[in-house]
């Protein structure tokens, strides 16, 4: 394990691991690999494993927080290949599914990570709300959606 203080690991790793991606150093996958936006689209998670790590000996619980983030997005990424009927039905799962696991998140976090349009994103969240899966907390501009109960 890391031996000098996990944020800095943290930060550091973070910081020349997307360098490399930008440079394409690593697996092609990786190259065009939304970094930026899974740090945005899940900032409190982020700093949350910060925090933790930097309370441990060693990095492995933001390690483990970033390969999850990659994991998932690699997973949303190569999942949109769906055609037919069924893709308006899949992008809308996809969307609560997103919204489950990052709530609090905004309709352009929702359509980067979805792969679709803020349009789309908008219309399929005004359905979620109807059906009272998914409410909005906060003000328009700083606020976002929450999924509710089943």
Known sequence: ?????????????????????????????????????????????????????????????FVDFMLEEILLTLKRHLDISDVGVNVGVNVGVKILEYIRRHPGCQTNAVAEAVGTTTRTVERHIRQLREQEKIEFRGAPKTGGYYPLSD
């Open 1 to 61: 394990m890391l031996s000098s203080p996990p944020a800095l690991n943290c930060n550091s790793s973070v910081k020349s691991g997307m360098k490399e991606m930008k440079k394409g150093r690593l697996h092609p996958v990786f190259q065009y690999l939304p970094v930026e936006n899974m740090v945005y689209a899940n900032q409190q998670g982020y700093y949350q494993a910060i925090n933790l790590s930097t309370q441990k000996p060693d990095s492995g619980i």
